[in-house]
């Protein structure tokens, strides 16, 4: 029995290497996953979408690089500023490679695998294959409804294409153009990091993970931290379209590219909750 219905708000505030962070949240619960730009930016853009009293009762750190954490510290002392201390949870390993001057207080440790909670929600942390300790990508669920933010990973997992699976809106790395990447200008050994195991999903990756994840539910697809120097949205584009659309989905999936310097509209999707 359903007893309401609440509208959970997925809002990429900055995604790319120059930093990312997303908003989550149903109006009386919110997490950030990742906090890699300024504290400021991070609270302009959230107002620019009208998000600025939307709820933040934690921040969920994906993996220390900094396009990740950067904030971290300061936007810790930003929340206690305003009377409330914010926990950052985050695995072991990250935890221990974060740079101390970026480190927030108030680290909760979190096993990736094993699902918590902050207030209502549910946050499920997913390890992912990625040139650092313990990388994550996260599942936030409310009610019936799972959403979730998958970046920095080098290669698709079956883990993660079931993570997927039954998301009403995902947000999802498509990095690169390998042919981009391959002839671009990047030094060769940044050329092999990032086309390895451990670096970052190529286009055709992301493609082949969507294909294995696209669930019945998916409404929102939002292409993330896009490389600058190697791919473009109309690349990334025309592959998440060309997934789509075998699938059938096409119409049904509404489909954007999350931005580096400015903030994407918020997406909404209702949730049931019993
Ligand atoms: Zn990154
Ligand atoms: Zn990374």
Not at 169 to 189: I, R, S, T
Request: hydrophobic share 45%; glycine share 8%; net charge neutral.
């Amino acid at each position: 029995m359903t007893l309401f219905t609440r509208d959970v708000t997925v809002c990429v505030l900055s995604s790319g290497s120059a930093g990312n962070a997303t908003y989550i949240g149903d109006g009386s619960a919110g997490v950030l996953v990742d906090c890699g730009i300024a504290t400021k930016q991070i609270l302009a853009r959230m107002e620019a979408a009208g998000l600025s009293d939307a709820p933040v009762d934690a921040v969920l750190l994906t993996h220390e690089h900094s396009d990740h954490v950067g904030a971290a510290a300061v936007l810790a002392r930003a929340f206690a500023k305003r009377g409330k201390a914010v926990p950052f949870y985050c695995t072991a390993g990250t935890a221990a490679g974060i740079d101390p001057r970026c480190t927030p207080d108030g680290i909760e440790i979190i096993t990736a695998g094993t699902s918590f909670r902050v207030k209502h929600l549910i946050v499920e942390p997913i390890p992912v294959p990625h040139d650092v300790r313990d990388p994550v990508a996260y599942r936030v669920i409310v009610g019936d409804t799972p959403v979730a933010v998958v970046t920095d990973l080098g290669r698709p997992t079956s883990l993660v294409a079931r993570a997927l699976r039954d998301c009403r809106a995902v947000v999802l790395e498509f990095n690169h153009d390998e042919d981009m990447l391959l002839d671009g200008p990047y030094p060769f050994h940044l050329k092999q990091r990032i086309r390895g195991n451990h670096g970052h999903l190529s286009n055709r990756q992301a493609a082949q993970l969507l294909a294995d994840g696209l669930g019945p539910r998916l409404d929102h697809l939002m292409l993330a931290h896009l490389s600058g120097e190697n791919n473009t949205p109309q690349k990334a584009m025309a592959m998440a379209r060309t997934v789509l659309d075998d699938a059938g989905a096409l119409g049904r999936v509404n489909l954007t590219v999350a931005l580096q310097h400015e903030a994407l509209r918020p997406v909404q999707v209702q949730s049931r909750v019993w």
